[in-house]
């Protein structure tokens, strides 16, 4: 079997207006060119997935359903400009509201690498030639252990990104998603 080539996402500042904690259809907001930059991705042979930290659950502000019918609702708008996300991984974890719980599974809460790990299985993906995209280090920084071009795209958080990590690792900083999938792939 021949290996993929996939797009991993942040969601939140990166897909979507991040305002806290957004888990219903009425708080998303796409980010200008997102719809666009997933159609480049899906034209292109790539496997878009998602992957996302929702620690909104663990703290028992909404459920995993709700966030899984946004989800839906997500991918039904897509659809209709003939795009479409591969897969959607979630970590509800947070370390603060654990208790109890396996340890073990903080490691899907990134940067923690454990939900790119289950993607790259079921999908067969090449790391070497894919990508990542995030608005925060936390997003880019297993994106980076594993070996993955990354994109930062400037959000609400990028005041409090690290830049020197950022230059250091060779990540350009962009102003929306589309802006990525305009460079130049070699």
């Known amino acids: 079997m021949s290996l993929e080539i996939a797009y991993f996402l942040d969601r939140d500042g990166t897909l979507n207006h991040d ?5 219903t259809i009425e708080e998303w907001t796409w980010c200008d060119g997102a719809i666009e930059a997933i159609q480049w991705m899906n034209t292109n042979g790539f496997k878009v997935i998602v992957i996302t930290n929702q620690s909104g659950i663990a703290r028992g502000m909404f459920t995993r359903q709700q966030v899984d019918d946004l989800h839906a609702w997500v991918d039904a708008d897509l659809k209709k400009h003939g795009a479409w996300v591969d ?31 289950q ?11 894919s990508y990542m995209a995030g ?9 980076v ?14 005041p409090n ?12 900083i962009l102003d929306r998603l589309l802006d990525a999938v305009k ?4």
């Open 19 to 23: 305002t806290d904690y957004v888990h």
């Open 87 to 117: 897969a959607w991984y979630i970590a509800p974890w947070h370390p603060k509201f654990h208790e109890g719980l396996d340890a073990n599974l903080l490691k899907e809460r990134k940067p923690e690498t454990g939900l790119f790990l």
């Open 119 to 129: 993607a790259a299985e079921r999908f067969n993906i090449d790391f070497s030639k």
């Open 135 to 143: 608005d925060k280090i936390s997003d880019l920084a297993p994106a």
């Open 145 to 158: 252990e594993l070996g993955m071009k990354s994109f930062f795209i400037r959000s609400r958080h990028e």
């Open 161 to 172: 990104a690290d830049k020197d990590w950022l230059r250091a690792n060779g990540i350009p």
């Open 183 to 186: 460079i130049p792939y070699l």
